[in-house]
């Protein structure tokens, strides 16, 4: 069975670090490209961050980028988003996402995790 359990979200100051962790099961995770979407309220689902399954490579949105780092831990089946300097546009609800390196149709996503800037 396929399990993706994202944890870590809260409310936080403005300016202030979170880091969201996504535990995996039931695939073979180190396969799979991992990635965070999050999507606000009234808004579209958004592409955040994406790591790759095989040379390391990192996408980060434009509005995250120099802010959040994401990474990896094959041994753990795990990806972390560590996100700093964080703003209220960045509240929303995240999402991790594993997509098979060879087969973009095979993909999983986790139930999302409430991230909230606010003072």
């Known amino acids: 069975q396929v399990r993706l359990v994202e944890s870590g979200g809260g409310l936080v100051h403005p300016g202030g670090s979170l880091t969201l962790a996504c535990t995996t099961s039931?695939?073979?995770?180190?396969?799979?490209?991992v990635g965070w979407f999050r999507q606000a309220p009234g808004k579209e689902r958004e592409g955040v961050s994406c790591l790759s399954a095989s040379d390391g490579s990192a996408y980060y949105a434009d509005s995250v980028k120099g802010r959040y780092t994401i990474s990896r831990d094959n041994a753990r089946n795990t990806v972390y988003l560590q996100m700093n300097s964080l703003k209220p546009e960045d509240t929303a609800v995240y999402y991790c996402?594993?997509?098979?390196?060879?087969?973009?149709?095979?993909?999983?996503w986790g139930e999302g995790t409430l991230v909230t800037v606010s003072s």
């Open positions: 039931g695939f073979q995770f180190k396969y799979y490209a």
């Open positions: 996402h594993a997509v098979l390196q060879w087969d973009y149709g095979t993909d999983y």
